[in-house]
């Protein structure tokens, strides 16, 4: 009897494995999408980064440029007033001579051409002082713009390896997208197959529907629901004609359906001693396999017969009309679940 109970009690938890991890997976595709909307926010915060970079890095580029153009213009000057210092040079040169013929007569004239030539060259340091400035200028803007290159490659590196983690994401919430529609697959073809036998029993059994059998669905499984009245005389594990009839035709839709598990609990109500109640529920459990195995060739592994006894009322008042609905058969149909399985312990 431990045995049967335990046996109960764990095909109850597997049957609840699909939701639960359906659920998970549900949430896991909610965070990896909110993961790849934050990373594809960060791919475009760095993408207009490094645009601003790139324009920054043009605009140094055309200033270097019109700096080069400006040192090849202050070198044409310096050239042009190296000539002039070489012409007045050769004019000193032809002047002292002259001077030392006219140094008599023209010290005054000599004194002003020697103003002249000295007022020309402190011009010409001038401006070379000026081009070395520009030329110090031009070295300091080429240290920043290689620096500013240097950054722009580190940022790129950085650009490129958070693209990798991006496609990594991306990558790996596509695979359980692929995993959840599989899954979700799986779950739409194990509600079609419980509706379609729903419909096959409830159509087998439609005529006993009027005398204390029931049939529908719960939790993704199929219940036949079968009041004592229709298989028992009130303390009797022997069923009744109009039982038997009634679990022949159901023997004949569950043979035909060879991926469908069948669970068969007996349950009594709150009167008497509770051992005897639950021994009472068990011997109705197996009482009504022992007619579907003499009805149909069901494979034996498929069947389960388990009692519950007094312990699961689905009306728990202490009133007769309460205890009637409580004194009632059970059977369980729900689809094997080793597709389902398979994929779950593939994830």
Known sequence: MRTIILLSFVLGIVSCVPMRQFQELKNQQETC?????????MNESLTVENTEILSEVEILRKRISDLNINSALLEDTITIFKSKIKYLDDEKAAMLDQQQK?????????????????KTKDSLQIKEDNLTL????????????NQLQTELADRNNKLNILEKELQTKKEELEKQSQQLLELQKVLNAKDSIVLALKNKVTEALLG?????????????????????KLLFKFGSSDIDPNGEKALKELAK???????????????????????????????????????????????????TAAGK????????ANTDAARQKNRRTEIILSPKLDELLKILENN
Do not use: C
Not at 33 to 41: E, G, P, V
Not at 134 to 145: D, G, H, M
Not at 214 to 225: A, C, F, H, L, T
């Open 208 to 228: 006993f529907q009027d005398k204390g059998l029931s049939v529908d669905m719960r939790n993704g499984k199929v219940y036949v629901s079968l009041e004592e």
């Open 309 to 316: 006894g007094q312990f699961m009322p689905i009306d728990p």
């Open 33 to 41: 999408k909110s993961d790849r909307d934050s990373l594809k926010a």
């Open 134 to 145: 520009l030329q110090v200028q031009l070295e300091k803007k080429e240290e920043n713009l």
């Open 102 to 118: 006219l140094l008599e007569g023209n010290n005054k004239e000599l004194r002003l051409l020697m103003g002249d030539l000295q």
């Open 253 to 303: 839709v569950l043979e035909l359906n060879t991926d469908i598990n069948i669970l068969i609990e007996g349950h009594t109500d709150n009167i008497g001693d509770k051992n005897y109640n639950w021994d009472l529920s068990v011997k109705r459990a197996t009482s009504v396999v022992k007619v579907l195995t003499k009805y149909s060739k069901i494979d034996p592994t498929r069947l």
